[in-house]
């Protein structure tokens, strides 16, 4: 990999992470503050899956997505997403028949359920083809969140569509 994080907590409530080069030996980019649960490995983690590049060839964008990483690992409330379900019949705009909005941190596995009253409510297929769409489309909302640190409006939304149903969702990360 070439670069990992150091990491101090000697704080009782907060600590400190920055970035050295492991093969040179040498500190670079800017120093964070963490609270005293940070993790490393959930940070590394999260870098990888959101597909950042090497922070050591990166200046320009180390900051805002290391901020990010952290701003997401905190257990503050910082995501809201709304999802709609509708049916579609190929011919005439989506009809809306459920709606369902959340909040919650990225850690608690964000996302939407497909369990609830009017969607059980659905035949098995139809139940079955909602649920596929849902987990596909909190994939897409979950990387989603992961990789943009600042978002543009039409990367705070996906959409899933199959046999005549569609789930649109749209998201925001608070400050």
């Known amino acids: 990999m070439g670069w990992e994080i ?3 907590t000697s704080h009782s ?3 400190q992470m920055g ?3 492991n093969t040179a030996d040498v500190s670079f980019g800017p120093v964070f503050m963490t609270d005293s649960s940070f993790d490393k490995g959930q940070f590394y983690e999260m870098w990888d899956k959101a597909g950042f590049n090497d922070p050591r060839s990166d200046d320009e964008n180390i900051s805002s997505n290391t901020y990010h990483i952290l701003k997401l690992m905190d257990y503050d409330e910082k995501l809201i997403a709304t999802m709609k379900v509708s049916r579609v019949d190929g ?3 989506p009809f809306p028949f459920f709606e369902d909005s959340i909040k919650g941190w990225y850690d608690s596995g964000f996302g939407f359920s497909p369990f609830k009253p009017e969607l059980e ?5 139809d ?3 909602v649920n596929d769409l849902i987990e596909e489309a909190n994939e897409d909302m979950r990387h989603g969140i992961l990789s943009n640190p600042h978002p543009l409006p039409e990367q705070t939304k996906t959409w899933r569509e199959y046999k005549g149903f ?5 998201w925001e990360v608070l400050d």
């Open 6 to 8: 150091w990491s101090d």
């Open 13 to 15: 409530s907060y600590g």
């Open 19 to 21: 970035f050295f080069c």
């Open 91 to 93: 011919i005439n705009a």
């Open 121 to 125: 409510a659905l035949s098995e297929d």
């Open 127 to 129: 139940f079955d083809t």
């Open 166 to 170: 569609r789930v649109d969702y749209s």
